[in-house]
């Protein structure tokens, strides 16, 4: 984990705050924090503004990219076909315009700590769901 001082620990438990509530995917203290945080790593994502345009589905599996994993992998890690992963590439493909697979492959491993934050807060929004969380 990158996080490292109280101001950021803070900042992000905002953003999940915010989230928790049914805010957008990235609230502007999420934002914020991304930019602060590793800007050179988050800037290309941010400015694909992907929190409204890809799934949790997709940027998992654009994770699961960056990390090197083949689509028959992690077909198999998650019980599905390699044709439902090759249609989440797919679908991803068309979404950030890009031309092939390796231009993909190219932006996940180029976006990983990025995508990786972007499905931790995810993650978190659930738990405080789960967990009866409301937020101020």
Not at 8 to 21: G, P
Not at 76 to 98: A, C, F, G, M, P
Request: glycine letters at 2%; a positive charge; one cysteine or more.
């Amino acid at each position: 984990m990158f996080i490292s001082d109280k101001e950021e620990i803070n900042t992000l438990k905002m953003s999940i705050d915010h989230l928790a509530c049914g805010e957008s995917f990235l609230s502007t203290e999420t934002e914020h924090f991304l930019r602060t945080s590793r800007k050179q790593q988050h800037d290309t994502l941010l400015k694909q503004n992907l929190s409204t345009h890809l799934t949790t589905t997709e940027l998992k599996t654009m994770y699961q990219i960056s990390v090197g994993k083949a689509t028959q992998k992690i077909a198999d890690e998650w019980n599905r076909s390699h044709h439902t992963i090759n249609k989440h590439r797919k679908n991803i493909i068309n979404k950030l315009s890009l031309s092939n697979t390796e231009k993909l492959s190219n932006f996940c491993v180029k976006n990983k700590y990025a995508l990786k934050t972007l499905l931790s807060i995810d993650q978190n929004k659930s738990f405080l769901e789960e967990f009866g969380h409301n937020p101020k």
